[in-house]
């Protein structure tokens, strides 16, 4: 309901941020900079410029590294933050509360925050009044302001209640800001300084405001320019300078986080994996050295070696061989629509053999922002770094995402297409009242357009809010007084995969709040997320009246049917049938979290049906169904390659991880494994049967609940301590991943006691160092070392007994997708040379063994076992969406 009024707002002022951008030159925005040092500051700067690393040329103008409410802290990364106590010149305050805590639970890091900076989080200053931080400048110009912010325990002060601004002399940083969960929050902004800067602390009446430390520094000139591109391409937007900037996101593209460290501007980089939407594009690394070309006025403090050196491209070379590319690598990030932003790509051609090689488009959110990009004209040779800016109008915002994009162009002169990206910054652009966060100034006063047009578009928002308020009360309350017989329908969450929505009787009400159009199948889609609508007629027809033979899978839950629509779209029907236990009560909560849900990587949910007491749910159809089935077992299916295999791993990964992280809250399958995982037609993977999943709730990071789960796949601790995380998830991911490599079940029965169990036999294997020896023949001879040893090391951590010992699904992809990528570079090697690299029969018999040498592996092989179906806890409920 808050997109409600937000949006119409957000369209009227919208106008006016366009009418400022217009306006900058007749308007004196700053007091001009006057950079005589004839008025020293009255005391000396209190933290003195600390010294960067030693290698390092540049030293910042101006540098004040504070730890608040505490002594002076060196980090790992050789920075010094001084203690804001022990001299407190700059500090105006008129009270002195701070706390302190010896160590911040794991929990509270993000996988993006550098372990180097956990020790600047241990202590906070607390403020009950207006106090402020007074810091003298030395050099005028753009100065980066970082805010550290974690709610610490203190006895009186509940820091995570606070509410506060934080602003410095012109600029609004933070309004009413709070901590909305337990997690570490650094806060980047870069201001223009002049002879001071004042951050100035502001608690909202009534409650108190805090900061852990606070980082000052002077930012060279070279980094940001005054003009950049518009989007759509075509003209110049100039006098940026005048902005505040808040960085929202920077990415390193097909490579690692970057620490403080590593960055001489002392920025974090984050990979871009949790921003990327694309399936096929392959990561690149080169050893090369990167030029930075004075001319362009590059050099290194515009961004490190480390971004250039890796990037994300459509496509090797050796793909690009058989199929051409013709899809764009898209990254979408989230943002507030009601900001404009400035968009920095990073470019440095690594991939190409001669310059004019590489031209592609550049897209941002669906607008052309470069068509044919020569990227080694521009930068002015291979390997040499480039970047270009450009301006998105929050007017372009549709979304509330900024989509990047690069793109083949259509006549590529011969050249194979293919496009690359190796860094992105995102940058909030203040706003007309001064503020990067909402309309206020830094007087508190309301600064955004007052006219009777927008009371109007306001009161329309609140009306659309209030009638789609009572469509979702009104459907509850239908689902709620749901005919008897068919509530038993099994644990109702099953079924409530993105929203179903109601009868055909007010169908064209729904349509009238939400709009609808036609998807690519003809199938109307209603564009808010709710599927299509189906009669049981239709459904009737697909499935020649739910003949038996169309039956693919049976489950607990009833049977999968596949069916034709009338359009010819194949897809998958799953029916309920009338005799299981209800979940009416979570069903409010579902919809929130289930209709979230889309991705690649995930089964989609085509629509439902719930006409006479039936509850059908119709999902895309899966040509080569279970992974499993492809693994071993009576199915007889042609066997996966190793690359293969590793492609399937990795969108499986993809899914969790958008699961994990993607939707606005965490959520957790609960279920993962090799019969929930479907294969397309074209092999691509994605993650099905949410019908356990849980949202785990953030404030405590974990969800308290029964057992759940498939045998075989259970985490040991959620089973001991009850308590599920996403890490019960990368557990079961292990498991898959083990699966994966030996084509056994996860559990056979049959088998002495020390083979039963899968994770347990592959982990002897593993400790012994002999893992090649349970590869599943069929593909041990064509698995390169390197490959192997990614790939199993990132099975093994999986497997760690306590959670927190386990990588993200983040991490555990990043190491699938360099397995991939050391398997693809030994298959050219291997073209070459001979095949000495590569692990199995070959390598095994120079020592004289057999590749397999336990006896038991065939039987294992053959022993395809459904005990791991069975389901442990109350409720045993666990199905697939398409069984075997
Ligand atoms: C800057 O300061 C100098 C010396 O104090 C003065 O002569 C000059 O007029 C000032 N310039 C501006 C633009 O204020
Ligand atoms: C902000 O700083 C830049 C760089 O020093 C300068 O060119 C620009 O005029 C400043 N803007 C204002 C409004 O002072
Ligand atoms: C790439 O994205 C742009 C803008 O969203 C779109 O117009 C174009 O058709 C896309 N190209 C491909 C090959 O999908
Ligand atoms: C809008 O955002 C959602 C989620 O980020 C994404 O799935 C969808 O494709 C986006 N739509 C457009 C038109 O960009």
């Not at 488009?361 to 990227?375: A, E, K, P």
């Not at 995402?401 to 194979?416: A, D, E, L």
Request: glycine share 8%; net charge negative.
């Amino acid at each position: 309901m808050g997109g409600g009024h937000h949006r119409p707002t957000r369209a009227v002022y919208v106008s006016s941020l366009l009418l400022c951008l217009l306006l900058v030159n007749l308007e004196e925005r700053f007091v001009s900079a006057n950079r005589s040092h004839s008025n020293p500051p009255a005391t000396a700067p209190a933290v003195s410029p600390v010294a960067s690393s030693p290698t390092s040329s540049f030293q910042p103008s101006d540098s004040y590294l504070i730890n608040c409410g505490s002594s002076e802290v060196k980090l790992d990364d050789g920075r010094i933050f001084k203690s804001d106590t022990e001299t407190s010149s700059y500090l105006s305050t008129n009270e002195d509360i701070q706390t302190t805590a010896d160590s911040i639970p794991d929990t509270a890091f993000t996988n993006s925050t550098p372990s180097s900076l956990m020790d600047v989080y241990k202590a906070a200053r607390i403020f009950t009044s207006d106090s402020k931080y007074l810091l003298y400048i030395a050099e005028p110009g753009k100065h980066w302001i970082r805010l550290y912010f974690y709610p610490l325990h203190h006895d009186k002060y509940d820091l995570k209640t606070a509410v506060f601004t934080v602003q410095t002399d012109k600029y609004v940083l933070l309004h009413d800001f709070s901590m909305d969960d337990s997690k570490v929050v650094l806060k980047e902004y870069l201001v223009n300084a002049t002879q001071r800067l004042s951050i100035v602390f502001k608690p909202k009446k009534g409650s108190f405001a805090f900061i852990n430390a606070l980082e000052i520094e002077g930012v060279p000139d070279e980094l940001l320019s005054d003009s950049a591109s518009s989007v759509p391409e075509g003209s110049t937007v100039n006098g940026l300078s005048d902005f505040a900037l808040e960085v929202s996101y920077r990415l390193n593209m097909g490579g690692p986080t970057i620490t403080p460290k590593n960055d001489k501007l002392a920025r974090i980089w984050v990979p871009d994996v949790p921003y990327n939407m694309f399936p096929q594009g392959t990561e690149v690394a080169t050893g090369k050295n990167i030029k930075y070309r004075p001319e362009n006025k590059m050099t290194r403090l515009v961004a490190p070696e480390m971004i250039y050196e890796t990037a994300d491209r459509m496509m090797s070379e050796e793909q690009a061989q058989t199929t051409l590319p013709n899809f764009n690598l898209s990254w979408s990030m989230s943002v507030d629509p009601t900001f404009s932003y400035l968009i920095r790509l990073h470019f440095c051609d690594i991939v190409s053999n001669a310059i004019h090689e590489l031209v592609f488009n550049v897209y941002i959110n669906g607008l052309i922002g470069i068509s044919g990009l020569d990227i080694s004209d521009k930068a002015g040779g291979l390997a040499t770094a480039y970047y270009t800016d450009f301006v998105l109008d929050s007017s372009a915002i549709t979304n509330d995402s900024v989509m990047v994009q690069v793109g083949p162009i259509t006549n590529t002169n011969g050249g194979t297409p293919n496009a690359i990206l190796n860094g992105l910054e995102v940058m909030k652009m203040s706003n007309i009242a001064d503020s990067l966060d909402d309309l206020y100034g830094v007087d508190g006063l309301y600064k955004g357009p007052k006219s009777n047009k927008l009371k109007i578009v306001a009161i329309t928002g609140l009306v659309l809010a209030a009638v789609a308020m009572l469509f979702l009360v009104f459907v509850c309350v239908r689902w709620k007084n749901r005919p008897q017989d068919w509530q038993k329908g099994k644990s109702f969450s099953r079924w409530l995969l993105p929203i179903p929505g109601g009868k055909t009787n007010y169908s064209s009400r729904k349509s009238s709040v939400f709009g609808s159009r036609k998807s690519k199948s003809g199938i109307n889609v209603y564009t808010n997320g709710l599927g299509k609508l189906f009669t049981l007629n239709e459904l009737q027809k697909a499935t020649q009246n739910f003949n038996e033979e169309t039956v693919i899978g049976v489950g607990g839950f009833g049977k999968v049917f596949v069916g034709t629509l009338d359009d010819g779209t194949k897809v998958a029907i799953k029916r309920g049938n009338h005799g299981s236990e209800q979940g009416i009560n979570e069903f409010e909560t579902e919809i929130q979290m289930l209709s979230k849900l889309r991705h690649r990587h995930l089964v989609s949910l085509i629509g439902f049906c719930d006409e006479d007491s039936e509850m059908i749910l119709v999902y895309e159809y899966m040509a080569n169904g279970p992974l499993r089935d492809h693994l071993y077992g009576p199915a007889n299916k042609p066997t996966l390659t190793w690359k293969q295999r590793l492609e399937i791993c990795i969108g499986a990964a993809r899914g969790l991880h958008y699961l994990h992280t993607g939707a606005a809250q965490g959520i957790i399958h609960r279920d993962v494994k090799t019969t929930n995982i479907l294969l397309d037609e074209n092999f691509v993977a994605k993650v099905a049967d949410f019908g356990l999943s849980k949202a785990a709730a953030m404030d405590q990071g974990y969800v308290s609940t029964a057992v759940k789960g498939s045998f075989g796949y259970l985490d040991p601790e959620y089973y001991r301590r009850q308590q599920l995380t996403e890490k019960s998830d990368v557990y079961s991911f292990g498991v898959v991943l083990f699966e994966v490599l030996c084509a056994r079940a996860v559990i056979c029965p049959g088998l002495p006691r020390d083979q039963v169990c899968l994770a347990d036999w592959a982990m002897q294997w593993y400790e012994k160092g002999m893992i090649e020896q349970i590869v599943d023949p069929k593909i041990a001879g064509t698995i390169c070392e390197g490959s192997l040893k990614k790939f199993t090391e990132a099975a093994e951590k999986c497997l760690a007994e306590y959670g927190v010992d386990r990588p993200s699904m983040g991490d555990v992809l990043w190491n699938l997708e360099y397995s991939l990528q050391l398997q693809e570079a030994s298959l050219q090697i291997d073209q070459s040379e001979d095949h000495t690299n590569f692990i199995g029969l070959e390598k095994v018999n120079e020592t004289g063994e057999l590749a397999n040498s336990d006896p038991n592996l065939a039987v294992a092989v053959a022993a395809e076992s459904d005990d791991s179906n069975v389901t442990v806890g109350s409720q045993a409920n666990a199905a697939n969406v398409q069984g075997r």
